[in-house]
């Protein structure tokens, strides 16, 4: 069989410090021969200019001496991964598509989407967290494209920061007048962060979990961790980790309520079942009825939504505080299934609604450039089909 021509590898640019930890900003400073015990203040100064005023130039660094931030400059940059392209929906959904440098000399430079989502009291955005997936949920556009790897922590903060950049939202920047931006004292164009976009996070638990403490320390990025949500499609040994690591909010791709549909639909159920999924939800670390646990429920017709498994859903949930999320389904070309009628999808919730469980329909964000929830996939393997097909 013959291979497919590699890519062109990019070279290794000068490294940036923008996604990093305390502890890898502590890791480079000592790499330029800085003192060990100026390492915590300088930490804490980059952490303050990166994080909290979004600098893009060591220039910007007032209060660090001139001496430092020449050997800064010489050593590092402040570079953000480059937007390739961004597409701005009808109801101001946005969609980026990111490029990431290579991480490694076998790496050709991964391209990820990540979404945001405007209403007018905050700002959502949709972080990936893997370049592909390997879930493969028949019902995902994303699940289609091949894992190619994880991203790492740095790569995981940098959609943030990209966000913000791309929105106005650090310090003196101006957001964007061709779209609904939140503003005003003391909102945030970007105040809640959901792990919902490419990959399954709870496969790149080390990294997500590290990003997490960069996305909510309170002295940079500075968001709560009840503005977090991971999302997973069920890595049931994870669930409770997840929980005593980052103390996120948890949100469950449930979709089925049946071992036998749902080892189709989501076939990682094949190895932790829908029994086991849900022991592990009832011994989530905090769990309570402050902090619910959402479940997923893409509507899907004749496959999902009849009003027995509304009743089923209900029993399967009883005594578990918890909100279920039903999706109507977000079509893509080349799937089989369709979206649930809406009066079969309102029948659905009013069921599970009178059972005492919130069950709104989650409003269709982003359609119209195939940026809702399972539309999302890159670039990266339309990209390699093209080179094998030009021979590059």
């Given at each position: 069989?013959?291979?497919?021509?590699?890519l062109p590898v990019a070279q290794p640019a000068t490294p940036s410090l923008v996604g990093l930890t305390r502890a890898e900003l502590?890791?480079?400073?000592?790499?330029?021969?800085?003192?060990?015990?100026?390492?915590?203040?300088?930490?804490?100064?980059?952490?303050?200019?990166?994080?909290?005023?979004?600098?893009?130039?060591?220039?910007?660094?007032?209060?660090?001496?001139?001496?430092?931030?020449?050997?800064?400059?010489?050593?590092?940059?402040?570079?953000?991964?480059?937007?390739?392209?961004?597409?701005?929906?009808?109801?101001?959904?946005?969609?980026?598509?990111?490029?990431?440098?290579?991480?490694?000399?076998?790496?050709?430079?991964?391209?990820?989407?990540?979404?945001?989502?405007?209403?007018?009291?905050?700002?959502?955005?949709?972080?990936?967290?893997?370049?592909?997936?390997?879930?493969?949920?028949?019902?995902?556009?994303?699940?289609?494209?091949?894992?190619?790897?994880?991203?790492?922590?740095?790569?995981?903060?940098?959609?943030?920061?990209?966000?913000?950049?791309?929105?106005?939202?650090?310090?003196?920047?101006?957001?964007?007048?061709?779209?609904?931006?939140?503003?005003?004292?003391?909102?945030?164009?970007?105040?809640?962060?959901?792990?919902?976009?490419?990959?399954?996070?709870?496969?790149?638990?080390?990294?997500?979990?590290?990003?997490?403490?960069?996305?909510?320390?309170g002295d940079g990025l500075s968001l709560s961790k009840r503005r977090i949500t991971v999302s997973?499609?069920?890595?049931?040994?994870?669930?409770?980790?997840?929980?005593?690591?980052?103390?996120?909010?948890?949100?469950?791709?449930?979709?089925?309520?049946?071992?036998?549909?749902?080892?189709?639909?989501?076939?990682?159920?094949?190895?932790?079942?829908?029994?086991?999924?849900?022991?592990?939800?009832?011994?989530?670390?905090?769990?309570?009825?402050?902090?619910?646990?959402?479940?997923?429920?893409?509507?899907?017709?004749?496959?999902?939504?009849?009003?027995?498994?509304?009743?089923?859903?209900?029993?399967?949930?009883?005594?578990?505080?918890?909100?279920?999320?039903?999706?109507?389904?977000?079509?893509?070309?080349?799937?089989?299934?369709?979206?649930?009628?809406?009066?079969?999808?309102?029948?659905?919730?009013?069921?599970?609604?009178?059972?005492?469980?919130?069950?709104?329909?989650?409003?269709?964000?982003?359609?119209?450039?195939?940026?809702?929830?399972?539309?999302?996939?890159?670039?990266?393997?339309?990209?390699?089909?093209?080179?094998?097909?030009?021979?590059?």
């Amino acid at each position: 069989m013959t291979l497919p021509a590699p890519l062109p590898v990019a070279q290794p640019a000068t490294p940036s410090l923008v996604g990093l930890t305390r502890a890898e900003l502590g890791e480079a400073l000592r790499a330029i021969d800085t003192p060990d015990r100026e390492i915590r203040m300088r930490t804490g100064q980059l952490w303050h200019w990166i994080y909290f005023q979004g600098a893009k130039d060591f220039g910007e660094m007032l209060n660090v001496s001139k001496t430092m931030r020449a050997k800064l400059e010489a050593a590092y940059t402040l570079a953000r991964p480059e937007v390739t392209s961004e597409q701005v929906s009808n109801d101001g959904t946005r969609k980026w598509l990111i490029r990431m440098p290579p991480v490694d000399a076998r790496d050709r430079g991964a391209e990820i989407e990540c979404v945001y989502i405007p209403e007018s009291d905050r700002g959502t955005l949709c972080v990936s967290s893997q370049v592909g997936c390997t879930l493969t949920c028949t019902f995902c556009h994303t699940g289609t494209q091949r894992l190619v790897r994880n991203l790492t922590s740095q790569e995981i903060v940098q959609q943030l920061v990209v966000a913000r950049d791309q929105i106005g939202d650090f310090p003196g920047m101006t957001p964007p007048k061709d779209g609904l931006i939140p503003s005003g004292e003391g909102v945030r164009a970007v105040s809640n962060i959901v792990f919902m976009g490419m990959g399954e996070p709870l496969f790149n638990f080390d990294n997500v979990g590290n990003a997490i403490d960069v996305l909510s320390d309170g002295d940079g990025l500075s968001l709560s961790k009840r503005r977090i949500t991971v999302s997973t499609s069920g890595v049931v040994p994870e669930i409770p980790a997840l929980g005593a690591r980052a103390g996120t909010m948890l949100a469950i791709s449930l979709h089925a309520v049946r071992d036998d549909l749902r080892d189709t639909l989501v076939p990682l159920n094949k190895k932790y079942p829908i029994a086991d999924l849900l022991d592990a939800c009832r011994h989530y670390p905090g769990l309570s009825n402050a902090r619910r646990i959402t479940f997923e429920y893409v509507m899907l017709k004749g496959v999902n939504d009849s009003p027995a498994e509304a009743r089923e859903l209900v029993r399967l949930l009883k005594g578990l505080p918890a909100k279920i999320n039903l999706i109507p389904f977000n079509p893509w070309p080349g799937t089989k299934y369709e979206c649930s009628d809406w009066d079969v999808i309102e029948r659905f919730s009013d069921i599970v609604f009178n059972a005492g469980y919130a069950s709104p329909v989650r409003t269709p964000r982003g359609r119209d450039i195939l940026a809702a929830c399972g539309q999302l996939k890159s670039e990266t393997e339309k990209v390699r089909a093209r080179a094998v097909l030009m021979g590059e």
